[in-house]
């Protein structure tokens, strides 16, 4: 037998237990979506520097395809949306800090990135180019050689022109889309690596520029972002993006943004 003292210090130490234990299911269901439900309210951050996925129109609201697709998901869960702008550069962190609850700013999917946060099924088709003026021979990788060439700093096109441009091409990065962009059509760089949706864009406003398509970097699909561990938002996430995919509504989506449809997107 244990003297009176130890006794009651070992009640003690188990009735704490048993009290931590029974608490720790209660933390752990308070899941982002639960909050998200409580509060009638989702966070989602878009981009407002990426038409047509994200800009800002002359009412001066955000506008374009990743913003339509944070309304619908709110839509779909009953619930107020905050559309927080976020760049390149520092969605991830607002995801990661809990600034947003998702993020929907035409995210890649690649090993790096799985590392820190999840993925819900893709949701709209992107592909990220080179492109420069038609008078700019370009037709292998090796042609960027001693080529200055702007992109995005953190951006898909930045990561994966690392591994593709040789060692002699300048590469110029820029904190946003706007910055890349505007040191191209102003001359500062010889060619950009972007999104196709952007450099049509691009095309569009400065036909004087006489800009084409050069070389593919890689087709990369537009995943949600969702914080590690929160599986119950990623699975009602999941769960809205394959209804609007049965119903049409993603081809519609790019229909109206990118001017074709969605087409089979990865889950």
């Known amino acids: 037998m244990f003297p009176r003292t130890t006794r009651r210090l070992l009640l003690s130490l188990a009735g704490a237990a048993l009290a931590a234990s029974a608490l720790a299911p209660a933390a752990h269901a308070q899941s982002a979506l639960d909050t998200v439900m409580a509060k009638k309210q989702i966070t989602i951050a878009v981009p407002t520097d990426y038409p047509p996925y994200g800009y800002v129109g002359t009412d001066l609201k955000p506008i374009g395809l990743d913003v339509d697709m944070a309304q619908l998901i709110a839509t779909r869960l009953g619930v107020k949306v905050e559309l927080l702008p976020v760049t390149s550069a520092n969605r991830i962190p607002y995801l990661q800090t809990k600034k947003a609850d998702l993020v929907i700013s035409t995210l890649g999917k690649n090993p790096e990135r799985e590392k820190v946060i999840d993925f819900t099924a893709a949701y709209s088709p992107f592909f990220q180019a080179v492109f420069a003026p ?90 949600i972002g969702v914080a590690k561990g929160e599986d119950a938002l990623r699975a009602k996430v999941n769960a809205v993006i394959a209804e609007a995919r049965a119903a049409g509504e993603l081809d519609r989506l790019a229909q109206k943004w990118l001017g074709r449809p969605a087409g089979n997107l990865p889950n």
């Open 134 to 223: 038609k008078t700019l021979a370009i037709k292998s990788w090796g042609d960027l050689s001693g080529k200055t060439v702007a992109v995005t700093r953190g951006a898909m096109e930045d990561i994966e022109l690392g591994k593709l441009a040789p060692s002699d091409a300048e590469v110029k990065r820029f904190e946003d889309n706007n910055a890349t962009v505007a040191a191209f059509v102003s001359g500062q760089v010889q060619v950009i690596a972007v999104g196709a949706s952007v450099a049509g864009n691009v095309m569009a406003r400065n036909p004087q520029l006489g800009m084409e398509f050069k070389l593919l970097i890689k087709d990369s699909p537009n995943f």
